[in-house]
């Protein structure tokens, strides 16, 4: 018998491994949701074995992942609320765009071309591996203070260490090239489309203390949304970084963005497909 959930798949970005979504699977299980948390193709199982093995994702551009996922879509009985932090928030765009889900939810979202808003915050957080252009075609780790300023900058250094420890993963250099570069590109992979009026309802969040996508980074991508009639709405954490959806503090998050998913008649239970 098909699910008659609605599925939400949740999408990582770089450095964090599939299973730190776990806290969001589990609410999202309670509150009738058929919760997916697949990680990027190639990644192990494990934090520990992903580790062991960053050979595995090195090369990975935001295409690839794309498709890696939109696979995943195409395989369910309905289509699903897409969930995505980081990279996961651009890839989630790109899916929505193409018509791949029912609504997505963009957190602290990668920069999609056409924002032209870069920080010097975000600069000084991509430096890892924007610095040596031999990471395009690498997996890069980070160090636990690289970590620090780029997702843990508004915790204790103590919480920020050990999210650091346990769930940290290499992760390809990529597509964080393909973002930087997104406006000098005629084709870019971080191109999204923004302008499609048929899409589902998507949701913005930014935390407005994040290093990593700096909150006018988010605001700009938000500005790009003007020209669609479909619905596009920025929700904005105060004092929350990179970390907000793995910190201690993830439940006000999740719980905005299951609340705004109940406003857009979403629920659990998909009473359309029964």
Do not use: C
């Not at 794309?66 to 195409?74: D, L, M, P, S, V």
């Amino acid at each position: 018998m098909p699910d008659p959930r609605t599925p939400v798949v949740l999408i990582h970005g770089l450095w964090l491994h599939a299973t730190s979504w776990q806290p969001w699977a589990d609410l999202a299980d309670e509150q009738g949701y058929q919760p997916l948390a697949p990680g990027w193709p190639g990644e192990a199982a494990t934090v520990a074995e992903a580790r062991r093995h960053p050979e595995a994702v090195a090369g990975l551009g935001i295409d690839e992942v794309t498709e890696h996922y939109a696979g995943i879509i195409r395989g369910l009985d309905r289509p699903p609320v897409l969930i995505g932090h980081s990279f996961g928030g651009l890839i989630a765009q790109k899916l929505l765009g193409a018509g791949l889900g029912r609504a997505a939810v963009a957190i602290d979202p990668a920069q999609i071309k056409g924002v032209k808003a870069l920080p010097p915050a975000q600069l000084r957080a991509g430096f890892p591996v924007l610095g040596n252009p031999a990471n395009r075609g690498r997996a890069v780790s980070l160090t636990a203070a690289q970590f620090r300023y780029g997702f843990g900058n508004a915790l204790e250094r103590g919480e920020s260490d050990d999210l650091y420890e346990r769930l940290t993963i290499p992760s390809p250099g990529r597509p964080l090239f393909q973002a930087a570069f997104a406006n000098f590109a005629r084709r870019s992979p971080a191109a999204v489309a923004t302008g499609n009026a048929e899409r589902g309802p998507l949701l913005l969040v930014s935390g407005q203390a994040d290093h990593t996508v700096p909150d006018v980074v988010t605001r700009s991508a938000y500005k790009l949304y003007g020209d669609s009639p479909a619905v596009t709405e920025l929700k904005q954490f105060p004092d929350r970084g990179h970390s907000l959806v793995v910190d201690h503090g993830w439940r006000a998050v999740a719980d905005h963005v299951l609340g705004w998913l109940a406003r857009q008649g979403i629920p659990g239970r998909d009473t359309r497909h029964p």
